[in-house]
């Protein structure tokens, strides 16, 4: 099946290299060192690139399967260029082929000693399982800025919708980690606290039951840098205010949370 996609893929990007790197359900991710048209000035890694395609799902109609996929493509490549525009840490989009489905964006991952890509969630794996410091400065520097970003997402009316760990990258600048952000399928535009709450609980959720044991001290780190941005002379008292609104929506996604995981 996943050779048949690939074919598929193969098919729209003739003569392109590709290297198959991830496969969910709605998009195969692959790995290129071709850049579709020049080299761009903006790009840090210039050795390669991601291409993600959505295949055409042969249960859906033919003309059905092609509006989704089309629209899906347009909206995740419209929320990478607003991104980009703000300075919102985020791929930089290079090309796209709406009607086949296909996105072309920087690679912004770099690899961990233990060889894996170096997602937030691979890097806590990697310090946790290496009996590495997880309370450095380090590590509650990097849970704070991942906080600032989605601050900054959220303070633009922008919601991730799928916030997990492996979709925070962690970017290598100059030694230093610095958090981005991936997988805009599910992204939307909205200025709703509850939105925003929900993203903040996806993530809060993730970490607590990934990373247990320092996930009090990492969800804190990471509301610590989300308050700050919030707070900055930048947003004024509308920062401030969108944040009270948003943790008290947080504190009833909590609740319903909960009461969800109580009843079964
Ligand atoms: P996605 O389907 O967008 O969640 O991507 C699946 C996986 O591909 C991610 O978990 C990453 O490991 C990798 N990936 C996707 N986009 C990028 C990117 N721009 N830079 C680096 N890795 C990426």
Redesign the pocket.
Known sequence: MTEKIILQAQKHLPNIDLKL??Q?AE?L?FQTKTHPYSHHPNLKNHQNF?I?FRPSKPYRHPKIDLQINKSRTIGEAKFIYKLNKLGIES?SLISCDFNNGIIW?????SYLPNGN?S?FKNWLWYLEKNNLDCTSDEVKDVCFKVGELIGRLHLNEMIHGDLTT??V?LTDNDGNWKPAL??FGLSTFSGLAEDKAVDLYVLERAITSTHSVFADKYNQWLLDGYESVHSSKEFKKIGKKKYDETIRRLEDVRLRGRKRSMLG
């Open positions: 790197i991830s969910g998009a991710v991601i993600k791929p964006m920087e690679n912004l991952g890509i997602s492996s979709n990258i991936i997988d």
